[in-house]
């Protein structure tokens, strides 16, 4: 299923732990595929308009796929309000967040990094207000 002009469905519920532990990682409600679609045209599509490809490395969880990834109980991934995207590298990742935090209407971005590798959360809410809340997470 298409969610904009250039992401699918399927690009947020791939997950290589759901497959290495037998998860089945799929959307349950239609709202949780119309907040993908949100976050896809708020965010993502323009971010990619920009910079052209993005790779999501986690994009909606099902519970058990939260619980097995250690996300916390209220993760927007859950409600299909979220995504985490690749970065080439640091300076890409620089002019990501810079684009986002003008150019976007976004409830969440955190620029993450563990263990040596970064990536970026990025969240809209749909039907509630954007907090447009920006953080750092290093662990």
């Known amino acids: 299923m298409q969610l904009s002009n250039n992401f699918r469905l399927s690009e947020f519920t791939r997950s290589d732990t759901a497959k290495r532990?037998?998860?089945?990682?799929?959307?349950s409600s239609v709202e949780q595929?119309?907040?993908?679609?949100?976050l896809c045209h708020m965010v993502l599509q323009p971010l990619r308009d920009r910079f052209g490809p993005i790779r999501?490395?986690?994009?909606?969880?099902?519970?058990?796929?939260?619980?097995?990834?250690?996300?916390?109980?209220?993760?927007q991934h859950l409600r299909g309000e979220a995504a985490d995207i690749h970065l080439p590298s640091v300076e890409k990742g620089k002019e990501y967040l810079s684009f986002l935090k003008t150019?976007?209407?976004?409830?969440?971005?955190?620029?993450?990094?563990?263990?040596g590798t970064c990536w970026i959360h990025v969240s809209a809410?749909?039907?509630a207000g954007n907090r447009?809340?920006?953080?750092?997470?290093i662990k």
């Open 21 to 27: 532990l037998g998860i089945v990682n799929e959307c």
């Open 56 to 75: 999501i490395t986690s994009g909606y969880r099902c519970p058990e796929l939260n619980s097995a990834v250690g996300g916390v109980k209220n993760s």
């Open 103 to 115: 150019l976007t209407v976004f409830d969440q971005l955190i620029w993450e990094e563990n263990k």
């Open 33 to 38: 595929v119309l907040n993908l679609a949100h």
């Open 132 to 137: 447009r809340e920006i953080k750092n997470i």
């Open 125 to 127: 809410k749909r039907l």
